[in-house]
Each structure stands twice: as C-alpha cells, then as structure tokens.
C-alpha cells in the first residue's frame, strides 16, 4: 500500500494518512496519534437510552479530535449490550464473555482486548474477566474447529487497566504477525473474511495508529484480517487489534467522516469507540 500524508494540521502533531491499491483494490486511512502528554486515549461509550451513537456522536460527546467504532454488540435488543469487555472511566459495564457456542460446541474464551493504563499507556492482550477482575494473558486459549481447549488461569495476571475494549481477533504480537482467529474462535462467522476494517495498535514508542479500510465498494474490496495486519505492520505496530468491521467501521477526525463506509456517507449507530481528546 502507498501512503500518502493528507492531513497534518489535526494538532499534537497528529498525522492523517490515506493508502490506496489499485490492483487489489483496496482504499485504507490511518491515523497516527504521538506518545506525549497532550493526546489522551479514551473509549468512548453511548449514552444514549438504546445504548447506540454514531461514532461522529460519540466524538462530540467527549470532545475527541479523532475517533473510530470500537467492540462488537448485539443487534435486535433494548438497550444493546456489549459482546465482551467494556470499561470505561474505571467502571466494568460489560464484563467479558466466559465462552460462545459454534456447531453445538461450547468454547472458553480470552478473546483479544485493548486496555488503557491510569497514566495513559496501552496494552493489547488476550483477556477475560472473572468476579468483575480483568485478567490477560500473553498467548490466547489454543481452540481450534471442533476441539475446545481449557482456559488456565494459573497462566493469567490480573489487568489493572482503567478502560478496556474486547473485539478481535488479535492482529499482532511483539512486532510480529499473529492473526489469533481459531483461538479467539471466530472461524465461520463474517469477521472471517472480506470485510471493511477497523483496527487499533501501538508502536513500541506508545504512538497510537488507528486505521479503517473500506470494503464492499468498486474502489475497495475491503480486507481479509491477515491484510489488515500487513497494513498495520507497515505503519511499525508493535501490537494491533482488529475492531468490529463492516458497516460499522467509521473514522472520525475533526468532526468529519473520513471513509464511507460500505460506499455511503453515513455512519451506523454503535455502542462503543475509541477517541483520542486533546489535551492541549
């Protein structure tokens, strides 16, 4: 992918990039948020009655200067609820999800998250939550397609996170590819596939780099979940998550909507995102 600088005013020295592939064809944007006092990261929640707000909403709300959807959630409920992990502000709305069923099999989970530290600093892992305690581990429950694995907790430490978010699968692991979609058992659902993207990292200096990819257009095809991670990979991200996709998937800087998402300018309600407010 060709990256090219379209933005570079946003503030705190934060950079918007857009990449396009002809070939492919594949149009992407990533958003890279410096490591220094001024950029906070927070995960923004609706407040809304039904529980959902555009991405552009949940912005506004808290004055984020960047924003992007965040964690899966439920379709067809009043309010919604979060599939997995949501803690925002020090507060467990959501804990995660012990274990889901596919083909008749239960599986225990520890599904990829992100997480935010009391002094600003990030950490993505596998984790799950147990008597409203986070805990993560360093490599993800070994399930594969019809053989459910035992979830260990020996193996586990206790997250002291102040905000986190499930989604998944996890991208990358320590600078290196790791695409977790068997364990996180996300095999033979949509995110298992070509789909619009959204995704969020961090380079080993703590840079924040936020990218969606649009699909299910003639421009741009969207992504299979090993190209998101290539695409991560070349902005450094020593780990990355992949985020909820699809119609879902929006990018917010300035109060505008950057990509169109499945073709459309318009944005889908969601429960969850991740912004970055300005603190300057």
């Given at each position: 992918m060709d990256w090219k600088i379209i933005k570079n005013n946003i503030g705190n020295d934060i950079l918007l990039y857009e990449g396009y592939n002809r070939n492919v064809p594949l149009r992407a944007w990533s958003v890279i948020i410096p490591n220094n006092k001024n950029n906070k990261i927070t995960i923004l929640v609706s407040s809304d009655e039904d529980g959902l707000d555009t991405p552009e909403k949940l912005a506004s709300h808290e004055k984020a200067i960047v924003a992007?959807?965040?964690?899966?959630?439920?379709?067809?409920?009043?309010?919604?609820?979060?599939?997995?992990?949501?803690?925002?502000?020090?507060?467990?709305?959501?804990?995660?999800?012990?274990?889901?069923?596919?083909e008749n099999i239960r599986?225990?989970?520890?599904?990829?998250?992100?997480?935010?530290?009391?002094?600003?600093?990030v950490d993505i892992g596998w984790s799950t939550t147990r008597n409203d305690s986070i805990f993560v581990w360093d490599t993800p429950i070994e399930n594969r397609p019809?053989?459910?694995?035992?979830?260990?907790?020996?193996?586990?430490?206790?997250?002291?996170?102040?905000e986190a978010i499930h989604a998944g699968p996890i991208l990358i692991i320590e600078g290196k590819i790791n695409v977790t979609t068997e364990e996180e058992v996300f095999f033979n659902t949509p995110v298992d596939g070509?789909?619009?993207?959204?995704?969020?990292?961090?380079?080993?200096?703590?840079?924040?780099?936020?990218?969606?990819?649009?699909?299910?257009?003639?421009?741009?095809r969207g992504a299979y979940l090993k190209e998101l991670a290539m695409l991560m990979l070349q902005f450094k991200c020593y780990e990355a998550l992949n985020l909820d996709g699809g119609g879902s998937s929006a990018l917010i800087?300035?109060?505008?909507?950057?990509?169109?998402?499945?073709?459309?300018?318009?944005q889908r309600e969601v429960m969850s995102g991740i912004g970055i407010i300005s603190l300057k």
């Open positions: 992007i959807n965040g964690g899966y959630f439920t379709k067809g409920q009043f309010p919604v609820h979060h599939v997995g992990l949501l803690k925002s502000n020090d507060t467990l709305i959501e804990p995660a999800s012990s274990s889901v069923i596919r599986y225990k989970i520890n599904r990829g998250a992100f997480g935010i530290f009391d002094d600003g600093s019809g053989k459910p694995a035992y979830l260990n907790y020996e193996k586990a430490r206790f997250w002291n996170v102040k070509v789909q619009p993207r959204s995704a969020i990292g961090y380079k080993k200096n703590g840079d924040i780099v936020i990218m969606v990819i649009d699909g299910r257009q003639v421009d741009s800087v300035e109060g505008d909507l950057i990509n169109k998402p499945i073709g459309l300018n318009t």
